[in-house]
């Protein structure tokens, strides 16, 4: 008999490593040449842990390519898949693609000091430490969500910084005794990001104390002072 048949398996994509997110997709492109005719063409999977419902999203038989779901991989794992190719003499080869499955940031804390406090007068700091990942850099987000409000609200842009102060953060309703969850979120380079949330306590402060009043114009009682503080909390509630 001549040579085997020789073949190629690659993927059809330059990175380096895949999110698992749902709804997205590998395709892998095979070739195969032969001296005689071919015939079978087969894709398995020859390395990783098993996966539930199987890797593949389109046929597997008598075809150089095909496609696997992302989303049923598991984050962190390497997998190996192989295109066999069998010639009319039963000789065979083969060519095989690896996927690298990249795991979001792990290992690490978010909080939020203090876990209660008022609007407009306290700064809350929000903390998202000791994250750790193989993709650097890591971005952070955060956010906050009154309890019974369906959206979550920016609290920061993605940032850089693993803190981050504000006193502007939304009034908890009465009804759910002023809670708000606070969100934390860190990203690698890729893009996979873990997400953390907290429960704070956020309620209104009371400016008709005369001598908060006072304190918050300053020393000779700005009442200026004092009504644009009290717009900017009525405008959050």
């Not at 492109?29 to 063409?41: Q, Y």
């Not at 009319?88 to 690298?100: F, I, M, P």
């Not at 290992?107 to 209660?116: A, E, I, L, M």
């Not at 990942?133 to 993605?158: I, M």
């Amino acid at each position: 008999p001549g040579a085997p048949p020789s073949v190629t398996a690659a993927a059809d994509s330059t990175e380096t490593k895949y999110n698992p997110t749902p709804g997205t997709y590998l395709t892998f492109v095979g070739t195969a040449t032969s001296s005689v005719s071919i015939t079978s063409l087969a894709w398995t999977q020859v390395e990783g842990d098993a996966v539930a419902g199987g890797a593949f999203f389109t046929a597997t038989d008598d075809v150089l390519s095909t496609t696997i779901a992302l989303s049923r991989l598991t984050p962190g794992a390497t997998y190996t898949f192989r295109l066999t190719v069998v010639d009319s003499t039963d000789q065979s080869g083969y060519g095989e693609v690896a996927v690298l499955m990249n795991s979001a940031p792990s290992s690490g804390t978010f909080d939020v000091d203090p876990s209660s406090g008022y609007s407009m007068e306290t700064d809350f700091t929000f903390e998202c430490l000791n994250w750790v990942d193989d993709d650097l850099p890591l971005k952070y987000t955060f956010a906050s969500q009154p309890f019974g409000v369906a959206e979550r609200s920016p609290v920061a842009d993605e940032q850089a910084s693993q803190t981050y102060t504000t006193e502007l953060l939304p009034l908890g309703a009465p009804e759910h005794q002023y809670r708000v969850r606070a969100w934390g979120d860190v990203a690698d380079s890729y893009g996979a990001t873990t997400e953390e949330s907290t429960t704070i306590t956020v309620e209104q402060y009371d400016y008709n104390s005369l001598g908060r009043r006072r304190r918050l114009g300053g020393a000779r009682g700005d009442d200026d002072a004092v009504a644009l503080l009290l717009g900017a909390d009525a405008a959050l509630s």
